[in-house]
Nanobody, 120 residues
């Protein structure tokens, strides 16, 4: 089970930190990722990180967002700075079935319930 927290509403230019706590047996060796889905749009990959700390970001958030993970506690984070209205979406964390970082939705069998981020 994955539970996200940290979403909210804020003005452009602000910052938020999303957290995702994993419970039950989810191997810390698998990569983890963040996706987002804006109203009326498809789910979009945002970032991922493998167990070794290797990170990848979609172009639109690179330099503004930072992904990190605590492998001991199996917690995933997304630090979001310089937020823009176009970042408004429901953000989902997910655990992949791969050890490498992947952008493919179908390679993530475990998903959180999502947390809303609204930037005005």
């Amino acid at each position: 089970q994955l539970v996200e927290s940290g979403g909210g509403s804020l003005q452009a230019g602000g910052s938020l930190r999303l957290s995702c706590a994993a419970s039950g047996y989810i191997s810390s060796t698998f990569s983890m990722g963040w996706f987002r889905q804006a109203a009326g749009k498809e789910r979009e990959w945002v970032s991922c990180i493998n167990s070794g700390g290797g990170e990848s970001y979609t172009v639109s958030v690179k330099g503004r967002f930072t992904i990190s993970r605590d492998n001991l506690k199996t917690i995933l984070y997304l630090q979001m700075n310089s937020l823009k209205p176009e970042d408004t979406a429901v953000y989902y964390c997910a655990v992949a079935s791969r050890y490498y970082c992947t952008t493919t939705v179908s390679e993530y069998p475990y998903w959180g319930q999502g947390t809303q981020v609204t930037v005005s």
